[in-house]
């Protein structure tokens, strides 16, 4: 509620946002398919809010913010092309020389691809997560466990700049009660609230002059 309520706000204060929503009630919706709403929204921004957890540990506390990292974008294309090679030496028995060729060319293409679209937006989604871990910091008073860099699908397969959120672990008791308040999530939001109104001001002055 506190998330909807903030997205209420920013579309009433800044007339020039559309707040495009994976869903608005309590469902699963797959990874992949959470992207594809972005995508094919043309969204500017990807923001993916979940909670954290830690097995065997009560005790965790603190909210982070993620990115896809350029190191974990270089393991994942790595054991693509381990699978191409699979589907490469398949095909070598039964296709021409010539065609093999071809494909090899696509998947080489492919790749390039791929690793463009993940580094094309690093600097910006780091940016937006370093904003967002200010104001958990500074504004909401939460522990602050950094900006870190990990192979999130989710993150993946967005076509913008794309931040992934942990609020916080629901596998420690005490986070657990914050987390399923009114002022818990409220403050949360607002945090991620601030964030994102530096993160547009930054961009008009940037793209504009002016915000």
């Known amino acids: 509620y506190s998330y909807l309520s903030n997205c209420y706000l920013l579309q009433k204060n800044c007339p020039d946002v559309k707040v495009v929503y994976t869903r608005t009630r309590d469902v699963f919706i797959p990874l992949n398919r959470r992207a594809e709403i972005a995508n094919d929204a043309k969204a500017d921004l990807f923001i993916s809010i979940h909670t954290n957890a830690l097995a065997n540990n009560r005790t965790a ?8 990292g350029l190191a974990k974008s270089d393991a994942n294309l790595e054991v693509a092309k381990r699978e191409n090679s699979v589907i490469l030496y398949i095909a070598s028995g039964r296709l021409s020389e010539t065609l093999s060729d071809k494909l090899k060319d696509v998947l080489v293409l492919y790749e390039a691809f791929e690793k463009f679209m993940q580094d094309k937006y690093m600097s910006q989604s780091v940016h937006l997560a370093s904003l967002v871990q200010k104001h958990f910091r500074n504004t909401c008073r939460r522990v602050d466990r950094g900006v870190h860099q990990a192979a999130f699908l989710v993150l993946k397969a967005s076509a913008m700049p794309s931040i992934l ?4 672990f629901i596998s420690t008791p005490e986070e657990e009660r914050y987390l399923n308040t009114d002022a818990g999530t409220g403050t ?3 945090g991620i609230f601030r964030a994102f109104l530096t993160y547009k001001r930054e961009q008009e002055i940037r793209l504009n002059g002016s915000s």
């Not at 506390?61 to 896809?68: D, I």
């Open 165 to 168: 959120v942990e609020l916080g």
């Open 188 to 190: 949360l939001a607002d």
């Open 61 to 68: 506390k603190g909210a982070s913010t993620w990115t896809l």
